[in-house]
């Protein structure tokens, strides 16, 4: 079904997508999201869930080599057949949209790391980070809403994740509390809370509730965790900052704002996925060269939803 755009978030967006791409932009918004899975390689390889897939009649594509975890299926499925498959039911793969899994690759966490993952819930880059740990090392896993806690705690226990300690508290004062236990981490990923325009294609109604002061008053909370961050991230540790919108509010100017009052310095990321660099300038602001080394990743590039991601290191 066609996109009808409100004429003010419209003029927003065609500011940010070049105008000779905004048809095409458009047109993927409006098409359903593929069906993608991530293989749990806590509980099966690789070639052998794509085997167990495709006796039963699926097609799958494994388009990235160095990632074969990512598989797509091309095939024609039932209705809610990806959900209540036995290998979804035992945790053997997670439905997860492809955009989403590049924050986790940029951040890389290792075995043995001691990571933090602010925002945590529902789970799907907790999950993918636990595989990515083997299990081994520690994921602090927090958020602050007790049902989206339920739906993370159901995907760990699915996924067989146990490496993750959830908890249930306010970001800032998360940070704050564990700052003032001395306690801090190499790896931290922060997933932020945000207007959610990437997310067009599976939530219709999201751009019906575009408003650019929401978007700045999501900016300021957006870095005021990044700051408690910060402040938690060991010498040389790396935080990965990611959103799933195209607003520079929420994206370009909160990396900006790191940049200008914290020694961290932005780093180049490898994705397997066609990126975008960050916007060199928005409405009366100029941004700095670093900028660049953000990612943004939109529809009509890869035939996924929108998301931005950025690798900050402390100094």
Not at 100 to 114: F, Q
Not at 128 to 155: F, P
Request: some cysteine.
């Amino acid at each position: 079904m066609p996109i009808e755009l409100k004429p003010r978030f419209e003029e927003y967006i065609k500011k940010i997508i070049p105008e000779n791409e905004f048809s095409e932009f458009l047109k993927y918004c409006e098409k359903p999201t593929r069906k993608i899975i991530r293989c749990n390689t806590l509980k099966i390889s690789p070639d052998e869930l794509k085997s167990r897939l495709e006796k039963k009649g699926w097609e799958i594509s494994q388009p990235y080599t160095d990632y074969p975890e990512i598989m797509i299926i091309e095939s024609q499925l039932q209705p809610g057949e990806l959900g209540k498959s036995i290998e979804h039911q035992t945790g053997l793969y997670y439905v997860q949209e492809l955009s989403s899994m590049m924050s986790p690759i940029a951040l890389l966490p290792e075995n043995n790391d001691y990571v933090l993952d602010l925002c945590a819930a529902p789970g799907s880059k907790t999950t993918q980070m636990s595989a990515m740990m083997e299990n081994s090392g520690l994921l602090i896993a927090n958020d602050v809403k007790i049902d989206r806690l339920r739906a993370l705690v159901s995907n760990l226990e699915r996924q067989g994740c146990t490496n993750v300690i959830t908890t249930r508290m306010d970001g800032v004062q998360f940070c704050i509390r564990l700052e003032e236990k001395k306690l801090s981490f190499s790896k931290i990923l922060l997933d932020a809370p945000c207007s959610g325009q990437g997310v067009i294609r599976s939530d219709s109604k999201v751009w019906n509730m575009f408003n650019e002061n929401m978007n700045k008053g999501l900016s300021l909370m957006q870095k005021k965790l990044l700051a408690s961050c910060i402040s938690i991230l060991k010498p040389k540790g790396v935080l990965v900052y990611s959103t799933c919108t195209f607003s520079p509010e929420e994206n370009e100017e909160v990396i900006q704002f790191a940049l200008d009052n914290f020694p961290v310095e932005l780093e180049e990321i490898k994705l397997p996925l066609k990126t975008r660099q960050g916007l060199s300038a928005w409405k009366n602001k100029s941004f700095s060269e670093q900028i660049k080394l953000c990612h943004r990743i939109y529809p009509h590039d890869n035939d996924t939803e929108g998301f931005f991601v950025a690798r900050l290191r402390l100094k």
